[in-house]
């Protein structure tokens, strides 16, 4: 079956899409980090709905070196400091918004990195918002993602657990295996196992052999 067959397939519209409540969000970054795997991403847009499943988490948690919130409060990072399941939404590299979940109490910053999303509603609209048709490059990426569903700085500070424009969501569809690895794009505590994926999609970003069976991957690195 094609990856766009798959998209479709998986469609929230053929499973119940239920908003996310705060109240079932562990109180835990690490355990927040892994929960959301599986979980939607929604924006309502005028022109049409946006979802895709979270396939590929990284965690940021309190007092972690790599955080935006190590050195302490500046008015960028205000939005870190709300109450768990709020974005907080930053322009990296001054090329590309992230998609980040606050994750711990109000007043302690942490959050959780969207790394990548599978696609199920809006396809077609995600392809002219990344000016491609290559499914894989819609949302296997947090820059991508963020540009397929339009998500930047006016997101920042958004309750992703609240009736608005950008939430978070649950369906039925089961999820597959997770594992965990190594953070991207890093120098600072990069050999923390933060970085939560689901295995085997394709959609998850990264190196390729994270694709592979975790036994396959486990027997590579010994060889």
Known sequence: MSLARIALKNSSEKFSLRPLRRSALPSDTVKLARFLIGKVVVHDLPTGRLSGRIVETEAYPPGDPAGHHFRGPTP???????????????FNYGAHFMLNVVSEPAGIAAAILIRALEPLDGIELMQRHRKTTRLLDLTRGPGRLAAAFQIDRRHDGLDLCAAGPLWLGEISQPTGQIGKTVRIGITRAADQLLRFYERGNPFVSGPQRLLLPHATRKKAALS
């Open 76 to 90: 960028r990072i205000r939005s870190m400091y709300l109450a768990p399941g709020h974005a907080y939404i930053f």
